[in-house]
């Protein structure tokens, strides 16, 4: 009997995609989900500060619950932090969310895709890495969000989101080149599934849109020993916001997605 959880991290609510994708994998797994809504976004920090504050969140996270594998569902994290935190707890394991450029690479017709993300992860030499070593016969547009994760957050917590705001804010990903133009939209950042639906209705022509998350899940279900049926929860699933206590509306999503708070 295995009664260790899976911790699932990100700034806010965006891991709670891979949350979702995780528990159709491992429905008797137990799961603590944390959000660094303290540091919300993510998308303008500075690399090293960024990274140290996460490591050494993860001392306190690992030490109180001592998860079987801890998925960090979050690119802009995922692209510096990887490393670090692997350097700090050996023989923790960590899966990561990196974009899903070499997918895009493989899939699109026109050789024209669009790597959608927060600013930080569009500025990461990982990002332009991924691109060099799966993509180069590709144009690969880049377009960093200043506002996209925040108005997921708003939308998922009221329901409403400004439609022509996620226009603009996707609108630079619709690229025509030499009679091509975009097919495959990558969506970099686990926010950005949740606005999924109105970025089809307010895109100018219809593309792909790929969203990592049930790869990441199945990559983090590589790590829980082979076979959940000794997964035993012991409890309910918990969501932890580094702030303190979510605001109300937060925490009425968390419970619509079972988590107690
Ligand atoms: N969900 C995070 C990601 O996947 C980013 C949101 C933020 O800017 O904090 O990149």
């Given at each position: 009997m295995d009664t260790r959880p899976v911790l699932v991290f990100d700034?806010?609510?965006?891991g709670l995609n891979v949350l979702r994708e995780l528990r159709v994998l491992a429905p008797d797994r137990r799961f603590v989900y944390v959000a660094d809504d303290a540091a919300?976004?993510?998308?303008?920090?500075?690399e090293s500060a960024l990274s140290d504050r996460i490591v050494e969140l993860f001392g306190g996270l690992l030490a109180e619950h001592d998860p079987v594998v801890s998925v960090i569902a979050c690119n802009t994290a995922s692209t510096i932090v990887l490393a670090p935190l692997r350097a700090a707890f050996p023989g923790r394991h960590f899966v990561g969310t990196v974009p899903a450029i070499k997918p895009a690479a493989e899939r699109t017709r026109s050789g024209v895709v669009a790597v959608l993300a927060t600013p930080g992860t569009v500025k990461r030499q990982y990002t332009r890495e991924l691109i060099r070593d799966w993509a180069q016969k590709c144009h690969v547009r880049l377009v960093g969000s200043d506002r996209l994760a925040g108005l997921a957050e708003t939308y998922m917590r009221e329901?409403?989101?400004d439609e022509e705001a996620v226009r603009a804010e996707i609108e630079p990903c619709f690229v025509e080149t030499d009679g091509r133009r975009t097919d495959i939209v990558v969506?970099?950042?686990?926010?950005?599934p949740f606005l999924v639906n109105r970025m089809r209705k307010t895109a100018p022509w219809p593309v792909d849109w790929i969203d990592p998350a049930e790869a990441i899940a199945r990559r983090a279900l590589?790590?829980?020993?082979?076979?959940?049926?000794?997964a035993d929860r012991d409890g309910p699933d918990l969501a932890i916001f580094t702030s303190g206590t979510p605001p109300r509306a937060t925490a009425r999503l968390l419970q619509g997605f079972g988590l107690a708070t």
């Open positions: 700034s806010g609510i965006g919300f976004p993510y998308g303008a920090w500075d329901g409403r989101v969506l970099a950042c686990t926010h950005y590589t790590f829980l020993k082979g076979d959940e049926a000794e």
